[in-house]
């Protein structure tokens, strides 16, 4: 049971190259999250999925797109990366519950990413 | 939205003493509070959480406590240790369009000095 996987850990990209960050989860989580973590500012999501097939927009959407075409896989992608994408990348999944307190977050190890 | 401020930002305490962390929130729809521990180039992890129909929980060295009326909670470490050394965040859940909506606080680096 390896629960959140995220690939690469880390990655350096010039200014308007573009990549895609994987993250898997073995535990059949319905949630899925991005969240990027930046010196004093915390996490702050990006984009999240409530299902297969389904994303919504976070806090800091721009710039980012994913895709949940399966319930373990969540991709994070940068079409054009920008200097303030440097940052870490957290991915992290939940169950599908509706009573408050069963929600809890599984992160994975996280993806650092520096942009040139 | 919620709005989940937590200080202080950086906290040092000598080993053995307490520390203690405050988070405070907006809505007061929101009705569950965990707490998670990052350590250097680790994942956060879950250490404790609280619904909102309960004062306070206790595990050990570490216990929270929500005021609703107030709108804040706090995290307190007894008789830390070096290994408490991390950042501690908070955050704040409630439901909002059908799933559990997900604030964090910006994060409170622990230093223990041994």
């Known amino acids: 049971n390896a629960g959140v996987t995220q690939t690469p850990k880390f990655r350096v990209l010039k200014t308007g190259q573009s990549m895609t960050l994987l993250c898997a989860q073995d535990m059949n989580h319905e949630y899925m999250y991005w969240y990027r973590q930046d010196p004093g500012m915390g996490l702050r999501l990006i984009h999240y999925s409530v299902g297969e097939g389904t994303t919504a927009k976070g806090e800091v959407p721009d710039g980012y797109n994913v895709s949940r075409l399966k319930k373990q896989n969540f991709l994070l992608g940068l079409e054009s990366a920008a200097p303030s994408q440097t940052s870490v990348y957290f991915c992290a999944s939940s169950y599908d519950r509706r009573d408050s307190g069963a929600n809890v977050l599984t992160f994975g190890a996280g993806s650092r990413l520096t942009v040139l | 939205g919620e709005n989940v401020e937590q200080h202080p930002s950086t906290l040092s305490v000598q080993e053995g003493d307490s520390a203690v962390i405050k988070c405070t929130y907006s809505?007061?729809?929101?009705?569950?509070f965990p707490w998670y521990k990052q350590e250097l180039g680790k994942r956060p992890q879950l250490i404790i959480d609280i619904r909102s129909n309960v004062g306070e929980k206790k595990d050990q060295r570490i216990a929270v406590t929500l005021n609703k009326t107030a709108k804040h909670f706090s995290l307190h470490i007894t008789e830390t240790q070096p290994e408490d050394s991390a950042v501690y965040f908070c955050?704040?859940?409630?439901?909002?369009?059908?799933?559990?909506?997900?604030?964090f606080g910006t994060g409170t680096k622990l230093q223990v000095i041994p």
């Open positions: 809505d007061s729809a929101s009705n569950y």
């Open positions: 955050a704040a859940y409630k439901l909002s369009g059908g799933y559990q909506k997900v604030t």
